[in-house]
């Protein structure tokens, strides 16, 4: 038997599980859980089960291509690497020439090995480094810097030791994280509640204490209402409030008006039941987690949403505690130095976002901007023009609304580079793509892991690449040598990994045994007077400065959605267990499991447009329309309709996704202008649409 055992770490989906990945003679046998992380107990999801599939799917970009036909005509040119590397930096440099070096922008998808992309693009010497988070999780960061000075990632979410736990637009039980899902499963063994308010009854609901169906848009509105409840009935924790709350007077009057009984009316929520769940959650304080949510770019109002969870959670003294939402170390906090960043190797770009943020929009943090604002950059040159663009593990054709709109600012553009492991509706738009190797078949960066023990972990090659694809750091480094970018230039990635972790006193032999280094051996938590918190007072912050400078309140005052004109409904989206964003429709193994989104209904609403279930509609927006299979169901608000995003696949390189499915994000017109002021990230959920039977009688 020739086994051999590897600790890798999975890259089925942005959680990036650690893995043991079981190879005989070059071939992946099986991938479990690294047996050797406590909370991942062997286990890994259907996705990660299913990263086997991905390595021996033909129907993957092979080799590098370089476009010939018309853009978005899926007519490419094999090519060799250095043919497509010197194609993408001759361009780069001309570019540059005639447009100056901030007319490069790039996007990548965030996570723990983006030190690598942030080093190449300020090599480049471009500001314009975005990701993703536009589209998912800025308005949470951005709600936490407002009222902590600390970023959503520096605390944790205990759930292990938590009492209560509370998902309001967070599915944690089919959005998975596996050492996530665990450790509230144990939690909730041990007694921890789980409540769930949500516009439908997801998986989570169903194992919920407490489900709370909610008027799609006013959860604001219920939030507000539990602030009033926590201190007109005096249930909030005054020890934290007095050391750590600054103006809590302030909050105390804005919420004055906004009582349970007037939630009620808003919400859908009797306000006995809100009172009683007040009541819960006090109980269990400090030691309550309500999860400040993590796809959060759906309201033009998500960044005050986000706002009041973290205002809530502080009334609980949950912030900095125990069973609660603790602050993450970093090596440094345990005494340890952390990795050399490679972003180091070249100083900050001089030049002003093309996005404006940190200029236009100061309250936005400048680290990876607003992708939406890039693309409108590009668009309009306004504040200058932007020409070549490399979407890194990005696919904003099918993550951001308006893809036509997209389609025609990516035609202004004098370079399109997409590199990806799969095929993608931006790739198949793109005139270069660089194929990347998939995880199994790729090693990456030493990453960093902040949280009550840091550590270092690593990502091994698990087997040869199947094609002619390669690791990110081949593709960074063959870029830069071509670009005259020394630095970066490595040659191999153990180069890389001795640069990064010069001084830590740690050396590459140390991951050998597990795949990471613990920094710390047991999880450091701090006393509440010991907490720190990054803002101007040092405290948590009711009323933010940053905020009113720029003329937006501290507390929004709350605002009714409008409701839904008959036979249109407010278009509600999400995740499912089964596959990752519009990644894995094609995955073989995942297709089968699942090949296609349906619209969940409300009965009552479908029966007033005899739709049964099952039975084929029409969806239909400003003259657009898709076709989609109904589930008629009692578990969804009637004033919305749901699906699970990624589905409406286009291309005909990719046999089994093709045409199945509808894909909500051609169903935002305007979608690319509605975006929360004060949190940054697009409104993907303020679209109504039609629906009707497809039965023509
Ligand atoms: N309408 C609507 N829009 C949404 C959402 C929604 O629910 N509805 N969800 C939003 C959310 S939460 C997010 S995070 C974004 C996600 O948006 P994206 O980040 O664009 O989506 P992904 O499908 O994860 O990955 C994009 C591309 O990167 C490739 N890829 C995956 N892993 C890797 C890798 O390790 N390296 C490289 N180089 N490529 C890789 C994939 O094959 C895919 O082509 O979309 C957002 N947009
Ligand atoms: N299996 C799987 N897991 C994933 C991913 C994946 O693609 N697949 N992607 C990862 C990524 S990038 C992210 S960002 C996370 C996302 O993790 P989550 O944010 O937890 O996932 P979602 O399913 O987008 O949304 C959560 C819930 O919000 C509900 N919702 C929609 N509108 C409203 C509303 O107005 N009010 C309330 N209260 N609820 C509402 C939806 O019905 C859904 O059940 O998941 C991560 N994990
Ligand atoms: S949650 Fe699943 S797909 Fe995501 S990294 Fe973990 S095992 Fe992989
Ligand atoms: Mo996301």
Redesign the pocket.
Known sequence: MSIHKIHSIC?M??VRCPIQVETEHGEIKFIKGNPNVPAMKGAICPRGAAGKALITDSERPQSPMIRVGERGEGKFNTVSWDEALNFVAEKIKGVTERYGSRSIAFS??GGPFQDLHKAFVKGLGSPNFCN??A???RNVEHACLSFAGIGRKDLVYDLKNAKHVVLQFRNIFEAVNVQEVNNLMDAMESGCKLTVIDVRANISATKASRFMMIRPGTDYAFNLAVIHELLAQNLYDHKFANLWIKDLDKLNAFVKPYSPEWAETETGIAAEEIRSFVRELAAAKPSVIWHPG??M?RYRHSFYICRSIYIINALLGAIGTKGGLPLANKPVDVGKSGLKALADLYPKPSEKRADGAGWRYPHITEGVGLAHLMFQAMESDDPYPVKAYIA?????L????EPDRLKQIFSKLELLV???????E??WFSDVILP?SP?LERESIIASNNGLKPQFFVRNRAVEPRYDTKS?WEIISGLARCLGLDALSFSSIEDIWNYQLQQTGVAIEDFKATGFVQLASSPKYRAMEELKFKTPSGKLEIISEKLEKQGLPSLLPYTSPVRPPEGQFRLT???CALH????TVNNPLLFEQMPENVLWINTKSASALKISDGDTVVVSQNGYSEIIQAKVTDFIHPDAVFVV??FGHTLPVESRAMGRGLA??KF?KGGLDIWDPAGGAIA?QEHFVAVTSANKN
């Open positions: 890259g989906c942005t990548d998808r993703h988070d589209s998912c999780a993590w796809m770019a890194y593990r990005h696919d904003p099918t993550g951001f609304p997409s590199v990806t492991f799969s095929w993608s931006t790739a990347l995880y990110d989206f999400g995740r990752t964003q519009g990644h995003h990624g909500d994000n935002m993907f």
